[in-house]
């Protein structure tokens, strides 16, 4: 099964957004942070840093266009079909100090509105946040259509 095979198969998801007929695209975020320097923090810093994202996750959801913001835990496990069978391993696959820490999934009406929404995320609002590495990475998202 090839790429192609899986692209063709796949559709942009748009939703009516108004009686203008305004289509919109869902767009996927993953929020990345360094591990080691923000595990090397005492939790009340930690805790400070968070309540400086609050202001900007307020922000981020009147957007209106949030449909889903949610902080992941590090557990990390790993599916994959090795000899016809399912093997689950610990992750991630390779040694990294960046990992996810969030993930969000918003509508734009493009790559650049979703460029704008995202930039309105703590990720890239909170000073603190260069220090720990944080970044996002957005993409567009494709689905199947389940008819059952």
Same mark, same amino acid.
């Given at each position: ?7 063709? =198969? ?12 305004? @289509?919109? @695209?869902? #767009?996927?975020? @993953?929020?990345? #942070?360094?591990?080691? /320097? @923000? ?19 307020? /922000?981020?959801?009147?957007?209106? $266009? ?13 599916? =994959?079909?090795?000899?016809? $069978?399912?093997?689950?391993? *610990? ?12 993930? #969000? ?6 790559? *650049? ?14 000073? /603190? ?18 008819? $059952?």
């Amino acid at each position: 099964m090839s790429i192609s095979w899986f692209a063709d =198969r796949c559709i942009y998801r748009y939703k009516n957004l108004n009686d203008l007929g305004e @289509m919109m @695209m869902i #767009f996927l975020c @993953m929020g990345y #942070f360094n591990s080691e /320097k @923000m595990h090397a923090l005492p939790s009340a810093e930690i805790e400070a840093v968070m309540d400086e994202c609050q202001p900007h996750t307020e /922000k981020f959801y009147e957007s209106g $266009k949030v449909l889903l913001d949610a902080g992941l835990e590090s557990e990390i496990k790993n599916l =994959r079909r090795v000899d016809g $069978k399912v093997i689950v391993t *610990d992750g991630p696959f390779t040694e990294t100090k960046e990992l996810i820490g969030s993930i #969000f999934i918003f509508e734009a009406e493009n790559m *650049d509105e979703a460029i704008q929404i995202a930039s309105i995320h703590p990720t890239t609002q909170v000073n /603190k946040g260069e220090e720990f590495g944080w970044r996002i990475e957005i993409r567009p998202v494709h689905y199947f259509k389940n008819d $059952k």
